[in-house]
């Protein structure tokens, strides 16, 4: 049993540096810990509540890309989606306590993997971290570090949008964590990991949490391939809930050069809009806050620091992509606002805690012309390079999202674009701008600096940093999604028939909106839609476009489906009269469609 006293731990003889002479006095806030190898660890009650604080905060981001996942999806979809993000908390919570944890920061570890030592969290309740300078303990320090790896996969997994399976996800998941995340996050922030004693910066993980995920993400699209309909009008189709994608975040759609023009305002028809790029916001901004601040592991000023830095790269990132947004059509965009914000957030995350004031002194400006005297004017000029870290990041994404057409790979959520490139940028930039007296703001934290330092080669270790997690992560990743699809009923993707019917049906048997099914019939005698039931005579039942209500038609081309509203009757809720192109009547309360593969029939009940 773990002794735990409070009160303030002092000196009571002068040879403080050995540690061997100390006293307790009452009177102090300090959590004094006895430990069982016969040392004592002094825990700050504050630094513990704030990473406890910040570890709720990192764990609020999960759902919120679950939502808003689930509201991007068409609905016969919702529901799969949000269920794997809320997986990869609890796979990613036991692979942590088995083995993740210890084979990331196990004191005992090699430069590029740990071992044991705390397997199955064996002396993790008492003992002291040394990158918190000993001032909590491992298992605050642990939970913290385990919503980190449970947010990884909850963000890539969005590739697997609308035709992923459930079961190999889960499996991948376990396995990604131990090849991929356990060794990149040893790599850096273990004190013996190669990265960490090469002098590589990298504060809150622009490698294990942002270039990983994003890369992942677009391992994942490029192996399970494009999504049924990509490239055609079979895809035009809104969010199926702005509330969830409100409750995610936000998400609309926003234009890009390569999207088919728009029709004029006139004849516009928002219900079969052609199919425009999306722009999506993964994370919350509030989420943000307890991902970079907690990463001090420590209430102070460094803290302080990371989360102005945090706020202004997301502010600035967010204004930068909504100007390049406004030159397209000339009206501004709160999705491009919102994408550039969380580029910012995602850039700054691996330069949060290094980088602060800069100063360019003696600013000289000339005005050789009138009204100006012809003379110079000198002053000096602060900046952030924070601000600097957000519209760069925010430009390059924006750059890469509107070349994505050229592209053959289906990330439907821009992953990539939005965590793997803003990643490389801000790890770039870090080298540049990262200045030794903001690290040290902490009391412990001693770095040579980036090139505003003149420590010029720390822009080498970083790329060279970037490489190495890069090209681990896409050829380990792609290996693992190879040999799992390898094994008896673990294929990746649905089948057509699946991806059809949807992946809610499919693989869980439920659905997020039971009372509004992809089933429904419509009553031409009345001409209002119901849910089918047992008594509904086969006359009074008429096929429609396979689809979904208020979002059109998810597998015709708007055309037909304009022929269909003309030849029947659109009712508010989107369900067509009259019958559609590639449908037909099966046996009383079945919808049969045409595949390649031949016909699918489905049944009411």
Not at 183 to 189: D, K, L, P, S, Y
Not at 402 to 415: E, P, Q, R, V, Y
Not at 429 to 455: K, S
Request: with cysteine; hydrophobic share 45%.
């Amino acid at each position: 049993m773990v002794n735990i006293t409070y009160g303030a731990l002092v000196a009571s003889s002068q040879d403080v540096a050995a540690g061997e002479s100390y006293s307790i006095q009452s009177g102090g806030t300090d959590m004094i810990v006895t430990l069982p190898e016969g040392g004592v660890a002094s825990y700050d009650p504050g630094d513990i509540a704030w990473l406890l604080t910040c570890t709720a905060l990192v764990w609020l981001m999960i759902p919120g890309v679950g939502y808003l996942y689930s509201g991007l999806v068409r609905r016969k979809n919702a529901l799969a989606v949000l269920f794997l993000t809320m997986l990869a908390v609890a796979i990613i919570s036991f692979q942590f306590f088995f083995w993740g944890y210890s084979l990331t920061f196990s004191p005992t570890g090699g430069p590029f993997l740990g071992d044991l030592h705390f397997f199955v969290l064996k002396h993790v309740y008492e003992s002291p971290v040394p990158q918190a300078n000993n001032k909590v303990p491992q298992v605050v320090y642990m939970i913290y570090q385990n919503m980190f790896a449970s947010l990884v996969p909850a963000v890539f997994i969005g590739a697997a949008a609308e035709r992923g399976r459930i079961l190999p996800a889960c499996i991948f998941f376990f396995c990604w964590s131990t090849v991929v995340y356990d060794v990149i996050a040893h790599w850096v922030w273990s004190p013996n990991g190669w990265a960490f004693k090469w002098g590589v910066l990298d504060y809150a993980g622009g490698g294990p949490i942002e270039i990983c995920s994003g890369v992942t993400g677009l391992v994942y699209s490029i192996f399970l391939g494009k999504r049924r309909g990509f490239g055609t009008h079979i895809l035009s189709f809104k969010p199926h809930n702005v509330s969830f994608v409100i409750q995610g975040t936000i998400f609309l759609y926003a234009r890009h050069p390569l999207d088919p023009p728009l029709p004029s305002s006139s004849s516009r028809d928002l219900s079969f809009m052609p199919p425009l790029t999306p722009r999506l916001v993964l994370h919350s901004w509030v989420g943000w806050i307890g991902f970079n601040g907690g990463s001090t592991f420590a209430a102070n000023i460094k803290a302080a620091i990371a989360i102005v830095n945090t706020n202004l790269a997301a502010g600035f990132g967010g204004l930068a992509w909504m100007l390049l947004d406004w030159r397209l059509e000339r009206k501004w965009s709160a999705v491009g606002y919102c994408t550039g914000a969380i580029c910012g957030l995602v850039a700054i995350t691996p330069a949060a805690g290094f980088v602060g004031y800069g100063c360019v002194e003696n600013l000289e400006l000339s005005f050789p012309r009138r009204p100006f005297p012809s003379r110079l004017l000198t002053f000096p000029v602060s900046y952030r390079p924070s601000i600097f870290i957000g519209v760069i990041a925010s430009c390059f994404s924006n750059a890469l999202t509107t070349l994505k057409g050229f592209f053959a790979f289906d990330d439907a959520m821009d992953i990539y674009a939005c965590h793997g490139v803003a990643g490389i940028v801000g790890l770039v930039f870090t080298g540049v701008f990262a200045q030794a007296e903001i690290a040290i703001t902490d009391g412990y934290t001693v770095i040579d600096g980036g090139w505003l330092d003149g420590h010029y080669v720390q822009v080498g270790k970083q790329l060279a940093y970037i490489c190495a997690v890069w090209g681990w992560t896409f050829v380990v990743s792609y290996l693992l999604m190879f040999l799992i699809n390898l094994i008896p009923g673990c294929k990746f993707r649905v089948d057509e028939e699946g991806e059809i019917i949807g992946v809610d049906e499919v693989e869980l048997g439920e659905f997020a909106y039971d009372f509004v099914h992809i089933r429904r019939e419509v009553d031409s005698s009345q001409g209002l839609p119901r849910i089918a039931t047992s008594h509904v005579k086969p006359a009074s039942v008429h096929s429609y476009p396979l689809g979904h209500v208020g979002e059109g038609p998810s597998d015709e081309p708007p055309s037909n489906t304009r022929e269909a509203v003309n030849g029947g009757a659109l009712h508010g809720d989107g369900a067509v009269s009259g019958h559609g192109h590639g449908h037909g009547h099966g046996s009383e309360g079945e919808m049969k469609e045409k595949t390649s593969a031949g016909t699918i029939s489905s049944s009411s009940q």
